[in-house]
């Protein structure tokens, strides 16, 4: 899938900011509580709020987004086969332009041990079709995530990011690793303000 003809922007975003652009979206863009594939939204733009020790999942290839966004807690997300077949009758997995992009979990949380498998399965999820994804993974804060195929863009909001920032991280990769326990940006992707 090293083929991909298109580089999705990630920008990070204060709270404000994202809630002002998904705002803009359509309720049936949401995927909301209790974050199930059953609330999963295949569509030109998709937001998901609220991401603490779940994992949300996107798939994209310019035009739609898949958006995942799965509970660590809710008993039947422990099958992940379940998760992976309602991914591959959702997509064409053999799709050169699609990318991936993973963001969640709370590592060591002894409230939520599934959380950091459930990240790892998505990952393995990706490697085993050759999509090319970005990943943010764990860290303290509460996070939200949207995807815009007009824009090719995602769009990540935290608490931590606010006026002034850029003077304090000079690049927005540097806040993202202070979010985030892991980063990994895709060669598909770059990341901006």
């Known amino acids: 899938m090293d083929k991909v003809s298109f580089t999705s922007r990630i920008r990070l975003v204060s709270l404000d900011e994202f809630g002002g652009a998904f705002s803009k979206m359509k309720p049936k863009q949401r995927v909301d509580f209790p974050w199930t594939i059953k609330q999963s939204v295949l569509s030109h733009s998709a937001f998901t709020t609220d991401i603490l020790d779940c994992t949300v999942c996107g798939f994209t290839d310019g035009r739609q987004v898949l958006l995942n966004h799965i509970c660590p807690t809710n008993p039947v997300n422990y099958n992940f ?16 332009d699609l990318q991936g992009f993973i963001l969640g979990a709370k590592l060591n ?20 079709f050759n999509i090319p994804y970005s990943k943010f993974k764990g860290g303290l804060f509460e996070n939200h995530c949207a995807y815009s195929s007009s824009k090719d863009e995602w769009l990540i909001g935290n608490c931590l990011v606010t006026e002034g920032v850029k003077e304090i991280y000079k690049k927005p990769l540097q806040i993202l690793e202070r979010i985030f326990d892991e980063v990994k940006i895709s060669s598909t992707d770059e990341v901006s303000w």
């Open 109 to 128: 949380n002894q409230a939520t041990p599934f959380s950091g498998e459930l990240f790892e399965r998505f990952e393995r999820f990706m490697e085993e």
């Open 81 to 96: 086969k379940r998760i992976s077949d309602f991914i591959k009758k959702k997509i064409d997995l053999t799709n050169p």
